[in-house]
């Protein structure tokens, strides 16, 4: 069942184009017939979607996903900010995906949360989604705050995994306060006294 959860849930935080919108009447079958704290959400956000018009939907994804840095779908962003070390993690993700047989475009980053769940749903593993719990609750959080119909799908997601251990919720109240990491390589100042 999570499976299926996974793979609504990817499509449903992707980008709202045509592929969404034609298969709207599948996924609200899909998420009938999930459990309740999973399907309820998805349920609420398709709602959402037949009420509201492409455009606005589109203009709306865009302004939520795009602009506001605590509403990021790139899932190491969280651990690792915009720093070197975040380039390995996504070289660890496309290993892993490459392991499992599945091999992404060029224009599809490994971390943004539709392609790990498209992953989770293929795979049957939800591995990768348990690894960036933290990161999963500062975006539902975040798009809460924002009153945005996404947060609803993101519940959807956080009620397929672990519910926040005592250092994920310590993890959450260090992003909410500081944001993810800096880069600090080549930014130490000069050594007092060092020559010039």
Known sequence: MSARAWQCQSLMIGYPDAILLDRLDLLDEAA???EKPVGEPLLRFLDHVRTTPPGQLAEDYVATFDHRKRCCLFLTYYAHGDTRNRGMALLALKQTYAAAGLLLSDE?????LSVVLEFAAATGDRELLVQHRSGL???RLALHDAGSPWAAVVDSVAATVPPLAGHERAAVERLVS???PAER???EPYRQGAPR
């Open 137 to 139: 609750e500062l975006l």
């Open 178 to 180: 500081g944001g993810p």
């Open 32 to 34: 009938r017939t999930l």
């Open 185 to 187: 390589v080549g930014l």
């Open 108 to 112: 599809e980053l490994p971390d943004h």
